[in-house]
């Protein structure tokens, strides 16, 4: 009955961690997946996600409405676009909860395909490989931009955000795209490049997008982990100051470390409060006829984080710990690299942001890597820093330096 079905080819992300799982070596290091590991190599949850958590306790949860958590979708308003912002006060930003950044992507994607079924979706080259997967899944076409550029890497540059981008090409890029279109954008913590735009470049970028009338979808999946949790906002405010289209799919995944809890929202930015309302209304009928409401445990824990002054400022505070530690684990790496590799510049280690390294590994020395020394990188090169640690780091680096000496 079902011989005519297509087998799945696998995930190159989570099929990976699967291997990973399976590998009986017992001295491997994961570094696939985007997920961040404390020193001990555990996935720890921040103390201010505990304490809300815990005052949350296990009890029977009612049903959330469609859109969610009323408390949440209003904390979460405030979290990316400042607690004052005009168009939160105005109730032009339509917000949902949803299932992750992941489930903000869908929702929003339906959306856009269901309203405005020509516009097509622009991805950065490269992007997480999801963005292409949820968006064609919703029935888009997807193309790339230009974006990363490979040449820089081993050059000496000036400005750490000036680094890595074609920005000439992407702009003209983006200057021959018609009406509506979608442009997916990554405010910060490039994945899987590390490589993001200055403010400057931004702001360059945001005015094409509104002279062209494009609709920028925004998502932030690691917001905290490139700079402040303000600047890491830097795009979507100013792209909502000057009144574009937003969408903004956001992810509670690695900053509150609620993988599994599945907490994210999508915002969006309507010219008017009637407008968000039909947009809210929309997205109400979409996630009702999908999956009804989204889990109340993730949202409330984190409404709990967030609408908690003290727990709140804790928790920017845990999330800023990570992005120092990930920082320390970029220094290491460029160090011990540059020591035993003088010749060559390692510096897009320590520039890059975030969670991880595009490292300019080919696909045989990330296979030499798992074959030969049972490190885990995607096949792409992208390396997770967050999964290095004072034990592994040495182990990392070296090997890293054996393959890149091929
Ligand atoms: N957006 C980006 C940019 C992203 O890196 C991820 C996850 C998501 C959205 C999904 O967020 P979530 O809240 O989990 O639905 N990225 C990591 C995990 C994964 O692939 O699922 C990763 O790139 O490893």
């Known amino acids: 009955m079902y011989q005519h079905v297509e087998a799945y080819a696998g995930d190159p992300i989570l099929s990976l961690v699967e291997t990973f799982k399976q590998d009986p070596r017992p001295n491997k290091i994961n570094l696939s997946i985007g997920i961040y590991f404390d020193n001990e190599g555990k996935m720890p949850l921040p103390e201010s996600v ?3 958590s815990e005052r949350l306790g296990i009890k029977t949860q009612a049903y959330l409405p469609m859109e969610g958590h009323a408390g949440f979708r209003e904390q979460l308003g405030q979290l990316m676009l400042g607690a004052d912002n005009p168009a939160l006060q105005a109730k032009r930003v339509a917000v949902v909860q ?12 339906d959306f856009i395909h269901r309203w405005f079924p020509n516009a097509k979706l622009h991805v950065s080259d490269p992007t997480w490989d999801n963005h292409r997967g949820i968006f064609m899944g ?33 702009c003209a890029y983006l200057q021959g795209l018609p009406e509506n279109d979608v442009v997916l954008l990554h405010p910060c913590c490039h994945n899987p490049t590390g490589v993001d735009l200055s403010v400057e470049q931004w702001d360059t970028v945001l005015k094409i997008v509104a002279e062209r009338k494009l609709i920028p979808f925004m998502d932030i999946a690691y917001m905290g982990f490139g700079d402040t949790f303000d600047s890491d906002a830097y795009a979507i405010r100013r792209a909502v100051d000057l009144n574009l289209p937003v969408f903004a799919s956001c992810s509670f995944s690695k ?25 809210l209304g929309q997205m109400k009928l979409t996630v ?25 400022a804790q928790w920017q505070n845990e999330v800023y710990e990570m992005r120092d530690r990930i920082r320390a684990m970029r220094q290491k790496l460029y160090d011990v690299l540059s020591a035993r590799q003088p010749e060559k510049d390692y510096s897009y280690f320590i520039r890059q942001r975030g969670m991880f390294s ?14 030969e020394f049972a490190i885990y990188v995607l096949d792409t090169g992208r390396l997770c820093i967050a999964g290095l640690n004072d034990s ?5 680096a070296n090997a890293l ?4 000496a091929e």
């Open 288 to 312: 009702r006829r999908m999956y009804s409401s989204p889990p109340a445990q993730g949202g409330l824990t984190a409404y709990n984080v967030l609408s908690d002054a003290d727990l709140s």
């Open 358 to 371: 595009y490292t300019g590994l080919s696909v045989a020395q990330v296979h030499r890597l798992r074959d």
């Open 401 to 404: 330096a054996t393959v890149f």
């Open 50 to 52: 505990r304490v809300a």
């Open 392 to 396: 592994n780091i040495d182990t990392v």
């Open 98 to 109: 949803t299932l992750g950044g992941s489930g903000a992507l869908r929702l929003g994607a």
């Open 138 to 170: 919703a029935g888009f076409t997807v193309q790339t931009y230009p974006y990363y550029d490979a040449a820089t890497i081993g050059v000496k540059f000036d400005e750490m955000c000036a680094y890595g981008v074609k920005f000439d090409e992407m």
């Open 255 to 279: 900053n509150m470390s609620l993988y599994g809890q599945r907490t994210g929202g999508l915002l969006v930015l309507a010219p008017t409060a009637d407008e968000a309302e039909l947009i």
